[in-house]
């Protein structure tokens, strides 16, 4: 297998639970060497978050994968020392320690680009480095209420709900994913690295998108509008005779043949939905109008009919589960995945986030190093600095996942987290 | 301004209405040229998406800004070969037709690498260029309803819903975005370029996390769980005595903090909440207890009181539009933003989605070429093969926009769409 494009890059990351992690993973899946420092005797606050499998963490697995793991005591003299020995030939570094942090550790911006003038350098915090808000301490569900994306989430008669995946974090990850790439690019001109500040809060109010659109030009705070679109219509879940599906006419041509495959003419010459404005405005009396036919038959007939006449739509799937359960990973990085190899690799997490960046054909995904095992070194209790390279034997933490003492020679080993 | 990492970089864009034009939105924020190539006389379909202003999409003003627009028949031999003079010098080429028409078009992969060997070519779709699905028209609420993303959105007893953010789009497009970044950097090494396949489908399956580790670990298909986390606990909404704020206190410190901060000392003892994964199997238990203290006061009490702890809550704002009432933008690319501000820059879309990933101090953000502007240019009806050049009168156009009819010479202008 060939490289992947991220072949020879070396990362320090100094992240915990999944923003930072997940930026990083995407690095170590492309093929950079990706080292993550922890907290000895602890680790990654995920190492505690289920599911288990074997006592491991999956929530840790899954973003860490293809990482090389070391417990360092950041205010530890001789650990300090291991890690800007480690900086000093990084390409990038990612951190996520509230702001200041870094700086009253010895490591802040100023400090590391001086060292290394070519160190990309990535901050990832709740609500950036600057700002009125930039002290507030964050995870993804403070994101996502302070940024309203969850007023905008749910029917019109509900209450508002969190979308059911961390997208605050999720987002400032491919945020931060995206932009290492830019800088590590723009490096070739300028021969310099850059202090990237990711924000959990505006990368998810990047998002808003048609609701936050709907309020610039018209003043009004946006409704909760269910499963249907802010500019778009018909798009939308439609009942059928026994359950719901979704349809999305987006233009015009579109929408006439939806009319013609519901052998409905009349809706399709109907001045109330002549254009997409008029169709947003007339929504819901073109779904009245639309259910009354579709009602007539089951979801499987529609979805034979509509996409014959290629109108898209589609069923509704259960979450995960059920979607494991049909089989149906149409693809993962350019192959088909059943339920039991999904299950096969549930180990290191099963649904590969880093996957849809990386299929290529010029360019093959790296080869994670050491997929789905992760190794915590830590020096031993009682040890003094010199006692790096010595391996001693495992121990049981109280958290649930064992960690393998020792520390190895420069700080970094490649082992097996077991 | 210093110019941005993406500076010199050149672009083509085949893409339409939003992960697609969101990708090469960011390429554009950070310094690229992008070329826009548009479809005679129409537009990106995007361009009849409201909200508008001055008959001008937001929709497509905001994915687009900064971009120089083209308008090329591809089936017709002259705009053919005025495209393939483009892509020869082009760095990146991004197309969201579906599987097989870039092919028919003569524009497919092998095609286009065999004339330029260092051509990034990324294909955007649905599903993805292999696999069942790969021919199924996809918009966002398709793709969303298909990974099962609504099926773990809502509360425990509500019917599925939709994130009211178009998340699959959005995910496809950052996902897109950092490989781009990832396959220049790649470039290096191997001088080549490489073929990116994106699906929606992929890059929405990956965000999944918490609901599918979790069916993953136990075959239970996962169920809604409202604003509360499949791994953590507690981290959820909880009723005040006026409202509801939201409260993550997601390692044992911080619920230790919380239960201190409540003066709750029994609820720090309790065995039911001593650990992470039991507070995750008590989590109703918990909230009952918690809310029995948090309903004596009002939510600007206990975000005051918890605050000071320093455990991370937070209120609920209103989405988009009460976000901007409140003036409440801490940050954007550095710089706070009220509500003049945000409605200043309406025009162009106000919530600038590229700013996450662009804030640096090494590397300025480059300056959009000309944003919020994008000039549709077209041949004339009625031109013949030869008409480059020439400057015609403007054109209303029946669904709203105006263009700019016209060639410039060697097929690209910078203009002012208006």
């Known amino acids: 297998m060939s490289p992947g494009p991220m072949d020879g890059l070396l990362v320090v990351d100094l992240t915990r639970v999944l923003a930072g992690p997940l930026s990083t993973l995407m690095l170590a899946d492309l093929g950079a060497r990706v080292i993550k420092v922890e907290r000895p005797g602890h680790g990654d606050d995920s190492r505690s978050y289920g599911p288990f499998m074997d006592d491991r963490s999956l929530y840790f697995a899954r973003v860490n994968r293809g990482k090389q793991s070391i417990a360092l005591d950041l205010k530890d003299p001789d650990d300090h020392a291991t890690l800007l020995s480690i900086i000093d030939r990084a390409d990038v570094l990612v951190e996520n320690f509230r702001p200041g942090v870094m700086d009253r550790l010895g490591l802040g911006w100023g400090t590391l680009s001086g060292r290394n003038p070519r160190l990309v350098y990535v901050s990832i915090s709740g609500f950036g480095r600057t700002g009125p808000w930039r002290n507030r301490p964050a995870y993804d569900a403070v994101v996502q209420a302070a940024t309203g994306i969850m007023s905008i989430t749910g029917s019109p008669d509900s209450d508002p709900v969190k979308p059911g995946v961390p997208i605050a974090d999720l987002a400032a990850g491919l945020y931060a994913f995206g932009a290492i790439g830019a800088a590590l690019y723009g490096r070739l001109a300028t021969g310099r690295g850059t202090h990237i500040d990711i924000a959990m809060f505006d990368a998810t109010l990047s ?102 006449a290629g109108i898209p739509c589609g069923p509704k799937q259960r979450g995960g589960g059920g979607l494991l359960r049909t089989g149906c990973f149409p693809r993962h990085g350019g192959r088909r995945r059943g339920p039991s190899a999904a299950r096969e690799s549930g180990e290191d997490g099963g649904l590969a986030a880093g996957l849809p960046a990386a299929a290529g054909t010029g360019t093959r995904r790296g080869r994670p190093r050491d997929p789905g095992r992760v190794r915590l070194i830590r020096r031993c209790a009682g040890d003094g600095g010199g006692s790096r390279g010595r391996d001693t034997r495992d121990r049981e933490h109280s958290n649930g996942y064992r960690t393998s003492t020792g520390m190895a020679s420069g700080g970094v080993d490649e082992g097996t987290w077991s």
């Open 207 to 308: 998002l808003l998108e048609g609701a936050a659109l709907s309020y610039l030009a018209t003043g009004v705070t946006p409704p909760r509008i269910g499963n249907a679109h802010y500019s778009i219509a018909p798009f939308d879940t439609f009942a059928c005779a026994d359950r719901s599906i979704v349809i999305c006419a987006a233009n015009d041509s579109l929408f006439a043949g939806l009319c013609r495959a519901l052998d409905r003419p009349d809706l399709g010459t109907d001045p109330r939905f002549v254009t997409n404005s008029a169709r947003l405005a007339a929504r819901e009396a073109f779904k009245q109008e639309a259910e009354r036919t579709l009602r007539a038959q089951p979801a499987a007939y529609w979805l034979k009919v509509l996409g014959a």
